[in-house]
Each structure stands twice: as structure tokens, then as C-alpha cells.
Nanobody, 121 residues
């Protein structure tokens, strides 16, 4: 069983920063794309940022210039550095990975349980 565990969420004032971490575990052979998504109250889940195994990145327009995604392939971890946070960034943030185990015939999409980020004065 491949699992993703997020950490680093919490309450922060507007203009502040937070760093989210996500650790993948479970006899993983390979991880392709990793990413972060978020879901605000009453809204659908949306893409925040993704990063490929070679380091190529993609960001939602709403976070470009403020958020930075990175990964450590040796540790099977992905990070999201969030700066200049705004109240509109308040949401549950979910880690996502396309992972492969030896016993699987192909990559599978895995989700973490989510971590809450609240931006409020």
C-alpha cells in the first residue's frame, strides 16, 4: 500500500509563509509526477502545482510567483513553499503522486489525507 502523508499546515496571517511537506511510503519503485491540489469550502478541488521526476514544474495562475514546488527523489518527498499568503489561499491542501510498485502493471494515482491551511488575521 502506497501512502502519502502531508504536514506543515496551520494558521497564518495574510502575507505570511508556510511550507508543506509530503512523504510517500510503501515499497515504491518509482514516482512520476507529484503535486499539490487544494479544496476550499464549497468549492471543487483544484490544481495548485505539479512537478515531474526531472523537475519540470507547472503552477496555477493564482499562485505563480508566490508558491514554489520542489521534490527530493531520494526521499520520495514533495514540498510546497507558500509565500505572500492571502485569505483566498485558505483550503485543505492535498498531496498527489503517480506511483509505481513492482507488483503493479502501471502507475497509480495516490492522494494524501489533506492538511488544512488557514490564512486569517
Amino acid at each position: 500500500q502506497v501512502q502519502l502523508v502531508e504536514s506543515g499546515g496551520g494558521l497564518v496571517q495574510p502575507g505570511g509563509s508556510l511550507r508543506l511537506s509530503c512523504a510517500a511510503s510503501g515499497s515504491i519503485f518509482s514516482i512520476n509526477v507529484m503535486g499539490w491540489y487544494r479544496q476550499a469550502p464549497g468549492k471543487e478541488r483544484e490544481l495548485v502545482a505539479t512537478i515531474g521526476s526531472s523537475g519540470s514544474t507547472n503552477y496555477a495562475d493564482s499562485v505563480k510567483g508566490r508558491f514554489t514546488i520542489s521534490r527530493d527523489n531520494a526521499k520520495n518527498m514533495v514540498y510546497l513553499q507558500m509565500n505572500s499568503l492571502e485569505p483566498e489561499d485558505t483550503a485543505v491542501y492535498y498531496c498527489n503522486a503517480h506511483a509505481l510498485r513492482i507488483s503493479w502493471s502501471g502507475y497509480r494515482e495516490i492522494w494524501g489525507q489533506g492538511t488544512l491551511v488557514t490564512v486569517s488575521a
